[in-house]
């Protein structure tokens, strides 16, 4: 069954936002784009919000977030209870959040990386399986 990606944006990320839900739904992806659509100024957490809602509400698998920096965004997510959201900014971040932190938002900055930079991370990061073991009893201490 294809995973399902809840991806939201402020407005200095809706350009890369509208390209990366393309872009994932060619790779198979479902996809559930929660805005906004638009270079009007809006307010971030607004978006992190409805984006960690649908995977705390179990309509998504994971989530992507994007602003400037993607550091609004990772803030405002990691708010939000069972959210265990991370700022990639390469491959290697990507990988690893996934494989020891289990990580289930994706944050990304539209100013700090290259559009195409952000299509590997975000296939990086969605492609990459939770490594368990050892990994688990510290996400369980992040849970408690």
């Known amino acids: 069954m294809a ?20 872009y994932l739904k060619a790779k198979g992806f479902n996809v ?8 009007q100024s809006v307010d ?12 705390k509400e ?5 989530g992507i977030l994007i602003c400037g920096t993607g550091v609004g965004m990772s803030i405002a997510a990691n708010k939000h209870k069972g959210i ?4 990639c900014t ?10 020891h932190n289990d990580s289930n938002v994706l944050c990304m900055g539209a ?3 290259a559009y195409e930079m952000a299509e ?3 296939e990086k990061f969605l492609n990459t399986e939770f490594e368990g073991g050892r990994h688990q009893r510290r996400i369980d201490m992040l849970e408690n």
């Open 3 to 22: 995973k399902t990606i809840a991806i939201g944006c402020d407005h200095a990320g809706y350009i890369y936002k509208d390209k990366l839900c393309d």
């Open 44 to 55: 971030y957490p607004l978006y992190a919000k409805k984006v960690c809602n649908c995977i």
């Open 58 to 62: 179990k309509q998504a698998d994971f």
């Open 84 to 87: 265990r959201a991370a700022l």
């Open 120 to 122: 590997m991370i975000a």
């Open 32 to 39: 559930l784009n929660m805005g906004t659509d638009s270079a």
């Open 90 to 99: 390469d491959l290697v971040m990507a990988e690893f959040t996934r494989r």
């Open 111 to 113: 100013r700090i990386i």
